[in-house]
């Protein structure tokens, strides 16, 4: 399916939040070279679960990542480009709605609104649910009809419960589905507007 303009509606749209607002991987891949030694191309990271593609130990990977869970302002972890600009232009007609497999909501509700800024995080909703799987039923608490996630896994689960599932292009999930894709945040805007 091929997305078109105004194809996603603002009062109904939800986003995950790593590798999709954010460039959690440009702060992983930075982790790994400053604290680490390690040097990690982007091309390299090719599956979901980073130890799968990378000759790198689980507990350094799992180590990088608690850092980015606890800390994510601290450790730099930035917006992928045109967010930000995406985000602040959905947030005049709609809140913006977020929901993540993070375990924590406080480290990551403070990075969106260290990003974001007010007004667009004053009245945002933000679920941290603490597992990759389940994401259906808080999309549909939330009652939202569309959702933008990198997991593909995530977006068939999505897919099979009546919500509008669309794949945030990433090397992990390209050519390993067949729903909606969008390549980058000019992409969300062009659906969105
Ligand atoms: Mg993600």
Known sequence: MNLHKKDIP??????????????TMEAFIRLAHEEHGITVVPEQITR????????????????????????????GMKMLPGARRVL?????????TFITARPEEAPIADWLRHELGQPATA???????????????HVKSLGI????DDRHETCEHL???????????????????????????????????
């Not at 593609?53 to 350094?60: P, Q």
């Not at 602040?88 to 913006?96: E, N, R, Y």
């Open 123 to 137: 009245d945002m909703q933000i679920i941290a649910m603490g597992d990759h799987d389940g994401k259906g039923e």
């Open 159 to 193: 897919d099979t419960r009546d919500i509008t599932a669309i794949v945030y292009d990433q090397p992990w999930n390209h050519g390993r589905h067949q729903l909606s894709v969008v390549r980058n945040w000019q992409d969300i805007h062009d659906c969105c507007f």
């Open 88 to 96: 602040h232009k959905i947030q005049h007609h709609a809140p913006l």
């Open 145 to 148: 009809s569309h959702f933008i």
């Open 10 to 23: 603002l009062d109904s749209l939800g986003f995950d939040i790593d590798c999709v607002v954010a460039d």
């Open 48 to 75: 979901f679960n980073v130890e799968e593609c990378l000759d790198m130990e689980t507990a350094i990977a799992d180590g990088i990542f608690h850092k980015l869970m606890v800390d994510p302002i601290g450790y």
